[in-house]
């Protein structure tokens, strides 16, 4: 069982950031790969970026690419999402999730077990 809390959400103008964080309790937390996903309202949850068990390998959905950067700390239980050039349309609910690294790397949420509260995003123009 892990227990995941995001925080680092907030409300800003377009073309500033932000920094997310998802901070983990309960199992190893090396033993997970980490999934950061959104929700807008009356959209589905889509794939933001996700980080391996090292964070040595992440991978970013084309809408964020080159904007965000997924980062982990796991001698301190926790994933980062450093959000630059911020754009009204990544205004969403954001969440981490887990799934264990044994099964390598996902960008589909049925696939992540374990899932955060989520932090409110909003980005004006």
């Given at each position: ?55 040595g ?10 904007r ?18 911020l ?39």
């Amino acid at each position: 069982q892990v227990q995941l809390v995001e925080s680092g959400g907030g409300l800003v103008q377009a073309g500033g950031s932000l920094r997310l964080s998802c901070a983990a309790s309960g199992r190893t937390f090396s033993s997970y790969v980490v999934g950061w996903f959104r929700q807008a309202p009356g959209q589905e949850r889509e794939f933001v970026a996700h980080i391996n068990w090292s964070g040595g390998t992440t991978n970013y959905a084309d809408s964020v690419k080159g904007r965000f950067t997924a980062s982990r700390d796991n001698a301190k239980n926790t994933v980062y999402l450093q959000m630059n050039s911020l754009k009204p349309e990544d205004t969403a609910v954001y969440y981490c999730a887990v799934r264990l690294r044994l099964w390598g790397l996902s960008s589909r949420p049925d696939e992540y077990n374990y899932w955060g509260q989520g932090t409110q995003v909003t980005v004006s123009s």
